[in-house]
């Protein structure tokens, strides 16, 4: 199998506070994990690469500083969204990819909605 | 750059009938993988199916196969005997080979019909 879970499922927090969502690959090790955020009706939106020991890659225009990830395990890496505000609300979706014969296939966790008052 | 075009925003099939959900990339690459993915109302993403580049066997899932042309860099998906839970986003992923990231196209939103 390859299951990723993804904590927590829900959160709704005050403007200004930090929220870490945790993403786990449960039944197989990632090097790689990825995090993505996804708005209403629209596909998924690539925020940064986390590799396992390393400092994640982050995609233009996402601020390093705003979301910040931490890949400390081969089962584990997080995601903190930092001094949060409402234009911060949105799904958020992590992948773990696992290496099948010659493909690298990403194992998607199941999101975590997160409202910013 | 690489970019993934899905063309049809949404589609309804019959319950029990066929659909084709289309695909088209763009590649100076020549080894990649294409992946098909279905979010439901839950928005857990879930793979569908997988083809590798280098193939030139369609894959198939059971109900769900693929029409890939290479040369014409399209990659469709047949759903047959589609079911209410086939009701979903389908979304068309490109990754090339030694890289692990995904461009995924616009979706396509999938309504099945009782």
């Known amino acids: 199998g390859a299951v990723v879970s993804q904590h927590p499922s829900w959160v709704i927090c005050k403007s200004g506070t930090s929220v870490k969502i945790e993403c786990r690959s449960l039944?197989?090790?990632?090097?790689?994990m990825f995090w993505y955020r996804q708005f209403p009706k629209q596909s998924l939106m690539l925020m940064a690469t986390?590799?396992?020991?390393?400092?994640?890659?982050?995609e233009q225009g996402v601020e390093k500083d705003k979301f910040l990830i931490n890949h400390a395990s081969l089962t584990l890496s997080t995601l903190t969204v930092t001094s949060a505000h409402p234009e911060d609300s949105s799904f958020y979706i992590c992948?773990?990819?696992?290496?099948?014969?010659?493909?690298?296939?990403?194992?998607f966790g199941p999101g975590t909605r997160l409202l910013v008052l | 750059a690489q970019t993934v075009t899905q063309s049809q925003p949404e589609m309804s099939v019959q319950e029990a009938e066929t659909v084709t959900l289309s695909c088209t990339y763009d590649?100076?690459?020549?080894?990649?993988?294409l992946f098909w993915y279905k979010q439901p109302p839950s928005r857990q993403m879930i793979l569908v199916i997988r083809?590798?580049?280098?193939?030139?066997q369609n894959a198939t899932e059971n109900r769900f196969s693929v029409n890939f042309q290479k040369a014409a860099k399209s990659f469709s998906l047949k759903i047959s005997d589609s079911q209410l839970g086939d009701a979903a986003m389908y979304f068309c992923?490109?990754?090339?080979?030694?890289?692990?990231?995904?461009?995924f196209g616009t979706g396509t939103r999938l309504k099945v019909l009782a």
């Open positions: 992948s773990a990819s696992k290496r099948g014969g010659r493909v690298e296939t990403q194992y």
């Open positions: 039944d197989f090790q990632a090097t790689t």
């Open positions: 986390s590799n396992e020991g390393s400092k994640a890659t982050y």
């Open positions: 590649t100076s690459e020549s080894d990649y993988y």
């Open positions: 083809q590798e580049a280098y193939k030139q």
């Open positions: 992923a490109y990754s090339t080979s030694g890289t692990y990231k995904y461009i």
